[in-house]
């Protein structure tokens, strides 16, 4: 997959990205967010990316103007939907590059992508209750609120955090082009 955007490009992960991908990757306000362990070293983070890479289900944002590879988004192939074809929606970027409308820019060409390129019948995404920025970025890209899931999950620190779910089927998106 490659998509190409105003000021970003949304493309296959690749071995190389480790670099870049380690610049961020250990940080306290990044992995925690969505879920996942800060990764402090090198080793790790080359696992990491080489599992995704193996996967397919793990997208790179690239910064054109840097040709940096700033942040990833996930297209899992699960949801709490039980739908034939439901894709679930995660992303995290390197938090030097946040507020620029950069995830906002990645996530509508995805959703663009999997509605006019693929057979998903509904996109899903979730943000921890409290994590208003990825909230902001999914109210932005004109996902429905569906409602929060208490007690939702229990984090590799212990915490169990509430999540609210969002979510968008190909009608909601052919409406949504019509306005825009
Ligand atoms: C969530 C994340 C991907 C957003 O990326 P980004 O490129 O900064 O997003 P955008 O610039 O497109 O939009 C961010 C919005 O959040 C808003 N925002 C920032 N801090 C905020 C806060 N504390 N409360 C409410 N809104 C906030 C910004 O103002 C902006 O909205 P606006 O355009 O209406 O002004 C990034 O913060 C991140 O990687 N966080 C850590 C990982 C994570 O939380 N992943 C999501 C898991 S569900």
Redesign the pocket.
């Known amino acids: 997959m490659r998509l190409n955007g105003e000021r970003i490009i949304v493309r296959d992960l690749e071995l190389t990205d480790v670099d870049d991908y380690f610049l961020y990757c250990g940080s306290q306000?990044?992995?925690p967010?969505?879920?996942w362990k800060p990764i402090k070293d090198y080793e790790t983070a080359k696992r990491v990316i080489a599992g995704q890479v193996l996967q397919k289900d793990v997208f790179a944002i690239v910064l054109k103007s840097e040709s940096k590879m700033i942040?990833t988004l996930s297209l899992y192939n699960y949801g709490i939907r039980k739908y034939r074809y439901v894709k679930q929606l995660?992303?995290?970027?390197?938090?030097e590059?946040?507020?620029?409308?950069?995830?906002?820019?990645?996530?509508k060409l995805v959703i663009n992508y999997v509605f006019t390129n693929t057979d998903c019948e509904v996109l899903e995404?979730?943000?921890?209750s409290d994590?208003?920025?990825?909230?902001?970025?999914?109210e932005?890209c004109g996902f429905i609120y569906d409602g929060r899931f208490c007690k939702y999950k229990k984090l590799y620190d212990g915490r169990v955090v509430d999540a609210d779910f969002y979510s968008m089927t190909k009608d909601d998106f052919e409406r949504m082009k019509k306005y825009e």
């Open positions: 306000n990044v992995g967010m969505a879920g942040g995660g992303f995290s970027m390197n938090e590059y946040w507020n620029n409308g950069y995830m906002t820019e990645a996530v995404v979730g943000h921890h994590n208003y920025k990825s909230k902001r970025v999914i932005k």
